[in-house]
Antibody, heavy 127, light 105 residues
């Protein structure tokens, strides 16, 4: 079974940093593009960041560009999100999300279809 | 691209047929997906490319539409179908609609 397990969330003060991790199993991690998507009651579902298989192409939502860094370690079947200069409106449940198809299925890089999702890790930014 | 879903809430009974709508602020071609989310769970992909059912999704779920207007139809509501449904486009940077809650009448 495909599994995505996030960790690293918690309570952090405004301006602080957190590093989220996601460990994948049940599929060949290196073959797939990966994303972080967040959800809050205030803003709903919001795509945050994308990384291609191999890690050479990365995209961010404007709301996090310059503050967040997505990365991957295929040897560890792991995806990461380094979050810096956190703000109150970054408070959300953060999901690790795989692309539905392996990278070879598509003719161009970028976020495609989100499937499956991890269970999420909660990030709360508050003083 | 802004996605609008209507209505915000639907109150229905098991066995009923339901059609949910999603409108895009500009054409997204066929690049639209539907997700189901139950309380305490992550979203689950139901439909992608407007009309393709994802793996393991029952045939009672169907999607249609293109351009700016899309719909998700559940032919006969099962008890496990009461949930929130979101649409998502990937024509541009991905965005999600605000969701439609299908609740038990």
């Amino acid at each position: 079974d495909v599994q995505l397990v996030e960790s690293g969330g918690g309570l952090v003060q405004p301006g602080g940093s957190l590093r989220l991790s996601c460990v994948a199993s049940g599929f060949t991690f290196s073959d797939y593009e990966m994303n972080w998507v967040r959800q809050s009651p205030e803003k709903g579902l919001e795509w945050v960041a994308y990384i291609s298989s191999g890690g050479s192409t990365i995209y961010y939502a404007d709301s996090v560009k310059g503050r967040f860094i997505i990365s991957r370690d295929d040897a560890k079947n792991s995806l990461y999100l380094q979050m810096n200069n956190l703000r109150a409106d970054d408070t959300s449940l953060y999901y690790c999300v795989r692309d539905r198809h392996p990278a070879s299925y598509y003719d161009r890089s970028g976020p495609h279809w989100f499937d499956p999702w991890g269970h999420g890790t909660l990030v709360t930014v508050s003083s | 691209i802004v996605l609008t879903q209507s209505p915000a809430t639907l109150s229905l009974s098991p066995g009923e047929r339901v059609t949910l709508s999603c409108r895009a602020s500009q054409s997204v071609g066929h690049y639209l997906a539907w997700f189901q989310q139950k309380p305490g769970q992550a979203p689950r992909l139901l439909i992608y490319d407007a009309s393709n059912r994802a793996t393991g999704i029952p045939a009672r779920f169907s999607g249609s539409g293109s351009g700016t207007y899309f719909s998700l139809t559940i032919s006969s509501l099962e008890p496990e179908d009461f949930a929130v449904y979101y649409c998502q486009q990937r024509s541009n940077w991905p965005t999600f609609g605000p969701g439609t809650k299908v609740e038990i009448k």
